[in-house]
């Protein structure tokens, strides 16, 4: 017999599967996918802001390959949000090629930052259940309580996906850190 939460796992595997480049994924658009060496150039489709103007700053896809996360934000900016970080961050780099960096505070909290490619908004859509709108953030954002954190999904289209997990179950945290990295990525 299989639990609803092995059937979740399942089902997210299969969309991965289906919605990840050059897997089975199919273009509901005329134009052809970019290359993978096309990623730095110049989007044609500039990212609004929450107040819904062009960003100042170019609107390039992220370059996860050379993306250190946990130089993304400097320790006083965390610091400011999140409290007084314990140690040094941890990086973390997933199979997939997510980017992320943790952070420990002195309460014993954690905040997660994690960035990734655009193209796997439609699965974290598909398998985040009991979700909430998170308005002016990005192009399109979500946050769910999830066990004991509150975890936020900030779409940058065409750049990349932020994602901000925080054990201190804050979501004015989690939108703040979320907005400082989304201000500091190349």
């Not at 006083?76 to 960096?101: A, L, N």
């Amino acid at each position: 017999m299989q639990t609803p939460r092995t059937l979740t796992v399942l089902l997210a595997l299969t969309v991965f599967l289906v919605c990840s480049p050059g897997c089975g994924q199919s273009s509901s658009s005329d134009k052809p996918q970019k290359p993978a060496a096309a990623s730095t150039t110049l989007s044609n489709h500039p990212t609004p802001s929450p107040a819904g103007k062009a960003s100042a700053s170019v609107n390039r896809r992220v370059d996860l390959a050379s993306l250190k996360p946990c130089g993304i934000l400097s320790r006083e900016e965390v610091e400011s949000v999140f409290g007084t970080v314990r140690g040094e961050p941890r990086e973390d780099v997933s199979i997939s090629g997510e980017k992320g960096c943790t952070y420990r505070n002195l309460k014993g909290n954690f905040a997660d930052i994690v960035v990734y490619e655009p193209e796997k908004w439609k699965l974290q859509k598909v398998v985040r259940k009991n979700v909430n709108p998170a308005e002016g953030m990005g192009d399109e954002a979500f946050w769910a309580r999830v066990d004991n954190t509150v975890e936020l999904w900030v779409l940058l289209r065409d750049r990349a996906v932020v994602e901000v997990r925080v054990s201190t179950k804050d979501l004015e945290q989690a939108r703040k850190l979320a907005q400082c990295v989304i201000d500091k990525l190349p």
